[in-house]
């Protein structure tokens, strides 16, 4: 949630090369890098490259963690790319899936939130957005999913209307600015691709 894409590519990478240096490759291991270096290229710019990447993941047998962070990750692409349609398409699904999959835990469910929220603003549905976005900001002190908050609080900053909001614009900059500094507090740094 952080960013650091960058770094983290060359992680990925390795991944890959480890789950297909086998002499027998592992599908779910292949997957996963190949979805992490899918949200890397994405995370840096390199769209054309995410979904090329996207592209070789393998639809999973049974819905799991794997299929959640693929729908993210072809959600937010197309997000970046304005098709909305597609963004809501695929984040509903992975919200469904969460649902569904035994090793999605409440983490992914509360992202899958944040995804749809945002797909839904790509996607000109601006109210129900701030509805989904609202449920999972109380989920994210609930649950202390501090850079989860973050990323709804500056949502729901952009799509504020203070005649059906829960939350004043003022009250969303602090809660924006407490989850901010409680990650560098925790030692995190926020990452610019």
């Avoid at 197309?78 to 909305?84: K, N, Q, R």
């Amino acid at each position: 949630q952080l960013g650091g894409h960058q770094r983290a590519r060359g992680l990925d990478g390795r991944a890959l090369a480890l789950a297909r240096n086998e002499h027998q490759a592992d599908p779910e291991a292949t997957a996963d890098a190949l979805v992490g270096l899918a949200a890397d290229a994405l995370g840096i710019g390199r769209f054309a490259a995410s979904a090329a990447l996207l592209r070789r993941v393998p639809e999973p047998p049974a819905p799991s963690r794997l299929a959640v962070r693929r729908n993210w990750v072809t959600a937010e692409l197309a997000m970046v790319t304005g098709d909305g349609a597609t963004a809501v398409r695929h984040a509903e699904q992975a919200l469904e899936l969460t649902h569904d999959a035994p090793d999605a835990g409440a983490r992914h469910q509360v992202k899958s939130q944040v995804v749809l929220a945002g797909a839904l603003c790509c996607a000109g549905h601006v109210d129900r957005a701030r509805a989904v976005a609202e449920a999972a900001l109380q989920d994210t002190e609930r649950l202390g999913l501090i850079p989860l908050r973050w990323a709804l609080a500056c949502l729901l900053i952009d799509v504020n209307d203070a005649a059906s909001a829960s939350y004043s614009v003022e009250e969303l900059c602090g809660l924006r600015d407490e989850a901010a500094e409680l990650v560098r507090y925790r030692g995190g740094q926020w990452q610019h691709r």
